[in-house]
């Protein structure tokens, strides 16, 4: 299957936060769009590695995902080497994407910022054909996508561009409150974390607010881009 969009997550719950709205939006715009999980969150304070496995299941159908993987390469401790290079090149080789989206530049989690450079570099390396990489016994072509931007998350950065979510955001919300486990709830009896506290859903809904305003809309999701865009008429860029 070919997708337009894949995007890549450090974490379960990772594009949930940031880049579900411009999921969504494209999806309803008859898009394949597939997320590929690297770990499955199993060092997260609250829940479990079987939980958030369930959770990222529940969020697939409503976020109406073409696909969905999880390549559990360790949360916390995958690192940039040729194994886990390959493991994010056989799923572009796999899946041909024209976009990639993957995680922030830096941000507080350290995973996010390394997550977001292996995909990168991963997607370079997956358009050199003497790289060779096999899937269910078969030798896999060479492929490179067009695009790659990298979602925000929680640190605030510049966004060179921005998606209006205004029509999406009730769907994103509804996404991200799919991983249950990982926030508010007064019955809970597990630790507090940065992302459980009454707040922070508050927070969710801010920045993208203050997204949306950049760009005159109500609610948005900000990119970084790792070149420039390449456009041939100025009256689309509004």
């Known amino acids: 299957m070919k997708l337009d969009i894949l995007a890549f997550a450090a974490h379960p719950d990772d594009v949930e936060l940031a880049a579900s709205g411009t999921v969504i939006k494209h999806i309803k715009q008859g ?17 479990s590695g079987e939980l958030r496995d369930e959770e990222a299941k529940e969020s697939a159908e409503i976020l109406q995902l073409s696909v969905r993987h999880n390549l559990d390469l360790g949360d916390g401790f995958f690192e940039i080497n040729e194994n886990t290079l390959k493991a994010i090149i056989r799923m572009i080789r796999l899946y041909q994407p024209t976009i990639i989206l993957c995680n922030s530049l830096s941000d507080r989690h350290p995973d996010h910022g390394r997550a977001g450079d292996l995909v990168s570099r991963a997607a370079f390396l997956s358009g050199l054909r003497k790289i060779e990489t096999i899937h269910l016994g078969e030798n896999q072509h060479a492929h490179r996508p067009k695009a790659i931007y990298r979602y925000i998350q929680d640190y605030w950065i510049k966004p060179d561009i921005v998606i209006d979510i205004s029509k999406e955001m009730n769907q994103k919300l509804e996404s991200i409150q799919a991983f249950k486990s990982q926030f508010y709830d007064p019955s809970s009896d597990e630790p507090e974390t940065p992302i459980s506290s009454k707040d922070f859903m508050a927070f969710i809904d801010a920045r993208a607010r203050q997204f949306g305003r950049l760009i005159n809309t109500t609610y948005g ?11 041939e008429d100025l009256t689309q860029l509004l």
């Open 221 to 231: 999701e900000g990119f970084n881009v790792e070149r420039p865009l390449g456009v």
């Open 31 to 47: 898009k394949k769009v597939g997320i590929i999980d690297l770990t499955r969150g199993e060092l997260g304070t609250r829940g």
